[in-house]
């Protein structure tokens, strides 16, 4: 899809799906396209080649002009389209934003074992293609 911001997001990950639905519900204007990775229509060369491993290890982007984020930045980037951009305010905060990252790159490495779900290897062996 041009000229819309790529949201990849796990569709197996119980509040990552939460995350995304509201986000789709406050999307009115259309401006996201979210894709789960864990379709099998998924194909990481559709997307700047980021692999199921890759994109299960961070959330990613990718920009409409081709640049890819991750992380909290996805998560503010896509607030700040759907018109609640305040809420990622804090990552503004010149002390706070090296914190917030920390956390999340903390939730990011143990989501899959906090959810109760398989580790990335068992994952892997049915769905990385690469």
């Not at 559709?46 to 994109?55: G, H, L, P, T, V």
């Not at 299960?56 to 990718?62: E, V």
């Not at 990252?101 to 892997?124: D, H, M, P, V």
């Amino acid at each position: 899809m041009q000229n819309k911001f790529i949201f990849l997001f796990d569709g197996g990950c119980p509040l990552c799906l939460r995350e995304t639905n509201f986000l789709k519900r406050k999307d009115a204007l259309n401006k996201i396209n979210f894709v789960d990775i864990n379709d099998d229509k998924y194909k990481p060369f559709q997307f700047k080649d980021i692999s199921y491993r890759e994109a299960m290890s961070n959330l990613h982007g990718i920009l409409e002009n081709g640049d890819i984020i991750k992380g909290l930045d996805v998560l503010a980037y896509s607030y700040e389209l759907v018109g609640l951009g305040w809420v990622y305010y804090p990552l503004k905060i010149e002390f706070l934003a090296p914190f917030l990252r920390f956390f999340y790159q903390y939730w990011a490495k143990y989501r899959l074992k906090i959810t109760g779900r398989s580790n990335i290897e068992k994952l892997c062996t049915s769905e990385c293609k690469q």
